[in-house]
């Protein structure tokens, strides 16, 4: 029973293999006789995998349960293993079709199928090829692509079967097809697949292909290139044997190179163009390489330089066969440098590379061929570099200075950057790999750096699109670990380019927007952290070869001008980099703790501005780069380090800040920059302090508000906390003044200023005599400095002090060290106007006040000290030609001390009586200069000024141990004041003889002379003030007396008699005095009227709190003869009628005083005119009649001008009270009046017209009304 079963399933299959046999490899056949035990092979069942073609619709294979009961083992097995192969057969021919997308699946397939029987997928592969030798071209490509395919993705191939298929892809590699090179090179893939299972096979059978004397098929050149180009195909230990078997290859073929045929077709080979001028072939790549190791095995120099110049003759037209050259040379000159030179440079200076870089014309096919052969130069010289390793050091200049040559020289393009640019990379490559190199110095450095910034300058500033910027820099990076190292001026161009070129960058998501419709846009985000990175390497690349702190503080302060930057991306970047640089030396350590850092004064000042930038992330990024450099600074000092700042990315890579997600503030206080401040200056040292200081100041000067406010509040911090310890003071108020010179915005002058006026809190007398240097003289920013240090009351009483002290300072003339360089002198010009000037600001007027006495003498003093050195105003030529610009003379200065001191301190009463009777002019000469110190007193009498207590005892001390000057000018207030009540009121007679006395034994005549006149006042004798009353009558005869002189000699006695009577009064004599002076005021001769006028005011003012009833009727008869007298034709007149005026105001008490004394003293014109018959009017007191009267009485006058001031009395009179004129005038007077109108409105001044016109209508109109 079972046998028939046997045989029935014998016959079966039988059948079916006979039906199917075009689809089973001949392997698989099997014929009707039953197998042998020795020849039936014994099979394994497995499971096909993803893709595998199952076979449905046979019956073996519908259920296996079934099988095994239906067959035995052994054929299950057999069926299973013909069924794949079969399929794969199937398979391999469908390859074939036309049907592209079915091809793509069968390929899948039969890749899937390989990786689970691998054998079974190869044998039939093999036999396919074997069965069907009249297969497609394409169908065999196809199958070629499967089978490099499975070889390469197989861990592991059956020896036999590695020596198959290698016989089977050199078979198919040299097949000429209508594929051509396409068929070529998927048979030689097969072949470089093998290499990864069988490659002493290969190797040695592509060696035996090479070296048999024939020029080699282009296939085997791709193989050999792509064994070449692809570093996956080789392990490092087979890519080492396979370098070194090339080697030999090169050197075994010198031979052939000097059969032309051979050489011929290698060079054809060389030339041929490629298929695409984008790539160049694998085969053409290794051509290169494998010229260049023959030529470098070659022991004939003049075959060498034969075959290299005919190599430079070909064409340069095409990238890849520019590199190919330069590769060939490079290769060349590992052994033969000299041959390679010679034929470069001989290139380099003739022929049509010559024409090109003189800018000859060339002929357009000439132009193609040569117009980027400077860039195969300059790749050869690269080469060379890069290929002859240590050999190379002694031709670096050489080699270096003709790639300058013809960088410089040759048309600027693309091609030739990037050409430069690898080159460059692969002479610094060649250089740095060798440690010998630091024994060398390479010259031509610095020339390359600069053709390097020109790469880097010409980059487009809007866009990122190439590396080269990060090319440049990490070139230069490599640059400056050569000797000799940069210099600073080069070193600064580089930094100065670098940081442009790249801060200056719009912001990333600009930049991407740029790149956006370019058909490859790069990855911006990628390509501009690179380039971050390369500068950050290039920074770091010059400290470590100079790892000291000047370096550190020169490369950060290059970063100033960015970090101080408007735009937050270039701030924002700047930041980066320093805080990068700060953290490379804080985790390496790489300065020198032997010295000390000089400069981190400025490098706190420059990095705290930021701080408190409004950007957040440049506030943390700032913060963590301060961090760095306080460990940095510590670590130079010996001192452990703290944490500055907490919570900040300690240990994390920096990355592009758009990248990162939010920031974690640090642990830091509100006011970092104080943290800061405060962190660092403990450790400093002076010359540091001062650096930190001009730098705060410096940062004042920005645009950025936030920066001014942060460098206001760290300048407070330095001079508020450190202040009291600070030493060499001078030097640090140099530095303020300086930058408070030159700072221009308000908010930073008041900065400073503030910092100023907290240094004067520790530093008064040193800041004063610091700042007493920029007083001479005295500018606008010298002035508000002196009202900051005065901002507080108890600095501003000291520091008046200390100015009084340095006035004080005169030296003498006449001694051996005197000069007018001497610093004494300058000091105390300097001190007078300062004081002059401080006495216009609010912040000195409670100290002026209350060191008035003080000032008043030392003014007065300095005056006349300046008289003894005959410094005399500049010539009024020189102010005719330069008024605004001349320089005020200290002469000036301290007599505008002495008005503005009187002014400015309340005491204007005693200015007007000075300026009115024309005091200040006895200041202009040194022999009238007692009489001004002297009326000065007297006024201060006369007005019971409160401060004569003050400045009397200030006399009295200067008195006692003064130099003369002092003494004379104590003197004579001394003896003006024995008229003041003030004089009894603190001191006995006795005290005071005793002082007069001891001026009469002073050796100064002058003195002497002062003091025995003070003996002549009457509070010493009360009967000398009886006699000299009783003698005014017989004066007022000699008023009468033909001689001009005569009559002012007695006015000017009765002058000085009622002075001294000032006290007790002239008594019922004032209106006889009165009386008979008014009648002198419209006298014919000047000086009388001046005299008389004068007078009247004397007696004013003696009887000013005495007899006020007796005298005030004869006051306001001469009010308006005054009035009338302030147009007088006379200055002197003029100059006394004012005066009067004033004193006569004053008598009567009238209100408006002061502007009744600035009308009178500065004002002309109607409308000082108006003001003052205004107040005329306002203080009558019933007088109006007698006005009037004596208006009319000028009005007939024979002067011109006291006509005129009437008829502009009577004109302002006619406005306000009308009928008054009418009544009081006759019709003589109103005719009189009508005249003089008419006369007027011819008059000179436009003013004056205009008034009589229109009064004049008034006046017809007020007659019709009045009649």
């Not at 060379?384 to 048309?411: C, G, H, L, Q, T």
């Not at 880097?456 to 910027?469: F, S, Y």
């Not at 650096?691 to 410096?698: A, E, K, N, Y």
């Not at 108020?733 to 910092?755: C, S």
Request: proline share 4%; glycine share 4%.
């Amino acid at each position: 029973m079972e046998e028939r079963k046997e045989k029935m399933l014998r016959d079966h299959l039988g059948d079916y293999c006979r039906r199917f046999s075009f689809l089973i490899p001949s392997k698989w056949r099997i014929s009707n006789s039953k197998p042998t035990k020795s020849s039936q092979p014994v099979y394994k069942n497995y499971s096909c995998g993803e893709g595998m073609v199952k076979p449905t619709g046979i019956f073996l294979k519908k259920n296996k349960s079934t099988q095994a009961a239906l067959f035995p083992q052994t054929y299950k097995v057999f069926m299973e293993e013909a069924y794949n192969a079969g399929i794969c057969f199937k398979l391999l021919r469908e390859l074939g079709s036309s049907d592209v997308p079915r091809v793509k699946i069968v390929t899948k397939k039969l890749s899937n199928m390989a990786k689970l029987e691998q054998a079974m997928v190869l044998e039939t592969i093999h036999d396919f090829f074997g069965d069907n030798t009249e297969l497609a071209a394409k169908h065999r490509y196809r199958i070629f692509q499967v089978l490099e395919n499975i070889i390469f993705e197989a861990t592991q191939i059956q020896d036999d079967w590695g020596e198959r298929f290698l016989l089977l892809a050199l078979d198919n590699m040299t097949v000429e097809t209508e594929l051509e090179d396409i068929y070529q090179d998927a048979a030689s893939n097969v072949l470089l697949a093998m290499c990864k299972h069988s490659w002493p096979l290969v190797a040695s059978k592509i060696e035996e292909d090479f070296l048999n004397g024939i020029f080699p098929h282009r296939s085997l050149l791709y193989v050999m290139g792509v064994l070449c180009i692809n570093d996956q195909l080789l392990t490092p230990t087979q890519r080492a044997c396979w370098q070194e078997q090339l080697i030999q290859m090169g050197a075994r073929s010198v031979q052939f190179l000097a059969e032309d045929e051979w050489a011929k077709a290698l060079m054809f080979a060389i030339t041929k163009p490629d298929r695409t001028y984008l790539e160049q072939s694998p085969e053409k790549t290794f051509l290169f390489i494998y010229y260049g190791m023959i030529l470098r095995a070659a022991n004939n120099s003049a075959m060498v330089r034969k075959h290299l110049k005919l190599l430079l003759e070909t064409s340069h037209h095409f990238a890849k066969q520019r590199e190919g050259i330069a590769l060939t040379i490079g290769l060349t000159a590992e052994r033969h440098l000299d041959d390679a030179w010679a034929v470069l440079d001989q290139f380099g200076r003739t022929g049509h590379l010559k024409r090109t870089l003189n800018n000859y014309s060339l002929k357009e096919e000439e132009d193609t061929k040569w117009k980027w052969a400077s860039s195969t130069i300059l790749l050869s010289y690269g080469q060379m570099a890069a290929k002859a390793k240590e050999n190379i050091f002694p031709w670096v200049d050489n080699i270096s200075s003709r790639m300058v040559f013809f960088f410089r020289n040759s048309n600027w393009d693309d091609t030739l950057k990037q050409s430069f640019l690898e080159a460059t990379l692969m002479l610094v490559g060649a250089i740095s790999r060798n440690e010998g190199a630091h024994s060398y110095e390479f010259t031509q450095v610095p020339e390359l750096v600069d053709c390097l910034m020109v790469l880097i300058k010409k980059e487009p500033q809007d866009t990122l699109c190439t590396t080269t910027r990060q090319q440049v820099m990490r070139i230069v990076s490599g640059l400056c670990k050569l000797r000799p190292h940069l210099d600073s001026k080069r070193k600064s161009k580089v930094l100065f380019t670098c940081f442009q070129s790249v801060y200056k960058l719009p912001l990333v998501e600009t930049l991407e927007k740029h790149t956006c419709l370019l058909a490859d846009p790069p990855d911006i985000q990628k390509l501009y952290m690179d380039t971050m990175n390369a500068l950050d390497e290039l920074l770091q690349s010059l400290i470590s070869e100079n790892p000291k702190s000047e370096e550190l503080h020169y490369l950060l302060g290059h970063m100033y001008t960015w970090l101080s930057s408007e735009k937050v991306h270039e701030r924002q970047r700047a930041v980066r980099s320093c805080m990068v640089l700060l953290k490379f030396l804080a985790q390496n350590a790489c300065l020198d703790p032997s010295e000390e850092f000089g400069r981190i004064g400025h490098v706190v000042g420059m990095l705290g501005m930021l701080c408190q930038d409004p950007d957040k992330d440049i506030q943390q990024l700032m913060l963590e780069a301060v961090t760095y450099l306080h460990q940095i600074f510590l670590y130079q000092k010996g001192v452990e380090a703290p944490v500055l700042f907490r919570n900040f990315r300690e240990n994390e890579d920096v990355q592009s800040l758009s990248d990162m997600g939010p920031i974690p503030m640090p642990e830091a206080p509100l006011n970092a920059s104080s943290h800061i401040i405060k962190a660092f200056v403990k450790h400093f040292s002076l010359p540091q302090m001062k650096d930190l200081i001009s730098t705060v100041l410096d940062c004042l000067k920005s645009t950025l508000d936030f920066q001014i406010e942060t460098a206001g509040e760290m300048l407070t911090v330095i001079l508020e906390d450190f202040g009291p310890r600070m030493d060499s003071i001078a030097d640090i108020a140099r530095i303020l003044y300086g930058h408070l010179t030159a700072i221009e915005t308000v908010l930073a002058k008041k900065k400073v200023l503030k910092g100023i006026a907290l240094l004067s809190r520790f530093h008064t007398q040193e800041l004063v005599e610091s700042f007493l240097e920029y007083s001479l003289p005295l500018e606008r920013d010298a002035i508000n400095l002196w009202r900051a240090m005065g901002s507080e009351k108890m600095i501003a009483a000291r520091i008046l002090h200390l100015l009084l002290n340095k006035l004080q300072e005169r030296p003498i003339p006449g001694d051996n060290n005197w000069s007018k360089d001497n610093i004494n002198y300058l000091d105390s010009l300097a001190a007078m106007n300062t004081l002059y000037e401080i006495q216009f600001s609010r912040e000195y007027k409670e100290a002026v006040q209350n060191w008035y006495p003080q000032l008043l003498l030392g003014l007065l003093t300095q005056l006349h000290y300046i008289f003894e050195l005959s410094l005399l105003e500049p010539s009024k030529e020189n102010e005719k030609s330069q008024e605004e610009e001349e320089m005020p003379s200290p002469r000036s200065t301290s007599l505008d001390s002495v008005k503005s001191l009187l002014y400015t301190s309340g005491h204007w009463k005693d200015f007007a009586h000075l300026e009115l009777q024309g005091a200040w002019d006895l200041f202009s000469n040194f022999s009238t200069y007692h009489q001004g110190v002297t009326l000065i007193a007297r006024a201060m009498v006369q007005n019971s000024c409160s401060q004569v207590k003050g400045v009397l005892f200030q006399a009295i001390s200067n008195m006692d141990t003064k130099p003369e000057r002092d003494k004379k000018v104590a003197s004579l207030i001394f003896t003006e004041f024995l008229n003041s009540p003030v004089m009894l009121e603190e001191f006995p007679k006795q005290a005071i003889l005793s002082y007069l006395h001891q001026g009469l034994a002073d050796p100064n005549p002058s003195i002497r002379v002062i003091s025995l006149q003070g003996l002549k006042n009457v509070i010493f004798d009360t009967e000398k003030g009886n006699l000299l009353r009783s003698q005014l009558p017989a004066f007022l005869e000699g008023f009468y007396h033909d001689n001009e002189q005569v009559v002012m000699r007695v006015m000017s006695t009765v002058s000085d008699v009622l002075y001294c009577l000032s006290q007790q009064g002239a008594g019922l004599h004032c209106q006889e005095i009165a009386l008979n002076l008014r009648s002198f005021f419209d006298d014919e001769r000047n000086k009388i009227r001046a005299s008389a006028i004068n007078l009247f005011g004397d007696l004013v003012t003696t009887m000013a709190g005495k007899d006020y009833y007796t005298l005030k009727p004869h006051v306001h008869q001469a009010l308006v003869p005054l009035l009338m007298h302030l147009k007088d034709k006379c200055p002197q007149v003029v100059m006394k009628s004012k005066f009067t005026f004033y004193r006569c105001a004053v008598f009567l008490n009238w209100k408006l005083r002061h502007t009744l004394f600035c009308t009178l003293a500065w004002e002309e014109g109607l409308s000082a005119r108006h003001f003052l018959w205004s107040c005329l009017m306002e203080n009558s007191n019933g007088e109006f009649q007698i006005y009037l009267t004596q208006a009319l009485k000028y009005l007939h006058s024979h002067l011109r001008n006291l006509k005129t001031s009437a008829a502009l009395f009577i004109g302002y009179t006619i406005c306000y009270y009308p009928k008054a004129i009418f009544q009081k005038a006759n019709e003589a007077d109103m005719a009189l009046f009508y005249s003089t109108f008419e006369e007027l409105k011819k008059d000179p001044e436009q003013a004056i017209r205009d008034f009589a016109k229109r009064h004049s209508i008034f006046l017809e109109e007020a007659s019709k009304t009045v009649h």
